[in-house]
């Protein structure tokens, strides 16, 4: 029997599937069925009920992407700021999964712009993490804010740094985010970025002003990062921006201590260059006895012919 038929029956709109356990409603609108949809809606089904999983047949659409039904339910005044258990809305759930449109309409609908998960997580966040542009201009031309942080400090531009979305960095750095932004502890969209080893997203936030000599929660530096994982084009445009190469972390590693002990001899010219200490020690070994102990032949030369002793 059609869903329209069983309701002209009598069927109760907001009973709930016997097997799954959620109502009509919900279902529908998670299945994209928009004229399911509107029968449901005309028979007065319960717009804001939520599922088992707490969440809204509003949510879940959005959630889908599905606009048509996002838009049915915004026509009959669906809560548009409903949470969920963790706080989450329909406007987080679109914008995490790059849904522009629904994004828009739920804005249009005045969709709060600035609501935090528990965990401080926002919309903004989310889709900057992501990596959805579109969607991110959406939400800061709505007035989101954009150096909001999550618990542990992070922010739409530290997480689009780490994950090396560097269009949602220059589109979040053009809103006038915070270049050095630390998470609780330490570590900036520089130091994450170097980490990672994004190119592009460095030399976007470098640009910016961001602090060149900034450090992640174990005392190291970008320039160490980088030197460490092999990074050539990062070390030059990080040396270029005056980093100091003679930093040394509470480990003892310095920039030329790591990309000697990782054999990088491309980067051990570039740092040496840079007038970075040959001997530096501290209470740990030097860069020659790292590349020696590691059996990096050619490093151990440029080192040598550096005065390293």
């Known amino acids: 029997m059609m869903v329209k038929e069983q309701l002209e ?28 949809v509107q029968a449901l809606l005309a028979a007065k089904a319960g717009i804001n009920l939520k599922g088992s999983n707490g969440a809204t047949a509003l949510m879940v659409a959005s959630e889908k992407g599905h606009v048509g039904v996002v838009r049915a339910l915004i026509e009959d005044k669906a809560d548009v700021n409903v949470r969920s258990p963790e706080a989450s809305t329909a406007l987080i759930a679109a914008s995490s999964h790059g849904h522009a449109e629904v994004v828009k309409t739920l804005l249009a609908a005045k969709a709060d712009v600035n609501a935090r998960k528990t965990d401080g997580v926002t919309a903004l966040t989310m889709a900057s993490q992501e990596g959805h542009v579109e969607v991110v201009q959406a939400l800061l031309a709505a007035k989101a804010n954009v150096n909001a942080n999550m618990t542990g400090g992070l922010t739409a531009l530290t997480l689009s740094a780490q994950d090396g979305h560097a269009e949602v960095v220059r589109t979040l750095l053009a809103a006038k985010a915070d270049v050095n932004a630390n998470m609780r502890g330490g570590g900036s969209a520089l130091t994450m970025a170097s980490q990672e080893m994004h190119v592009d997203v460095v030399q976007a936030l470098l640009d910016a002003k961001a602090n060149v000599n900034a450090k992640n929660p174990y005392g190291q530096t970008a320039l160490m990062a980088a030197s460490w994982n092999g990074s050539a084009a990062i070390v030059q445009a990080l040396i270029t921006a005056n980093a100091d190469v003679n930093i040394m972390a509470p480990n003892d590693i310095t920039a030329l201590k790591a990309a000697s002990r990782q054999g990088h001899a491309p980067i051990v010219q570039m740092l040496l260059a840079a007038k970075a200490d040959v001997n530096a020690k501290g209470k740990g070994k030097t860069a020659l006895q790292l590349a020696i102990q590691e059996k990096h032949a050619d490093v151990v030369k440029l080192l040598k012919e550096a005065g390293a002793r």
């Open 9 to 36: 029956a009598g069927a109760n709109v907001n009973a709930k599937d016997k097997d799954i356990g959620e109502i009509a409603l919900f279902l529908a609108a998670q299945e994209n069925h928009a004229e399911v």
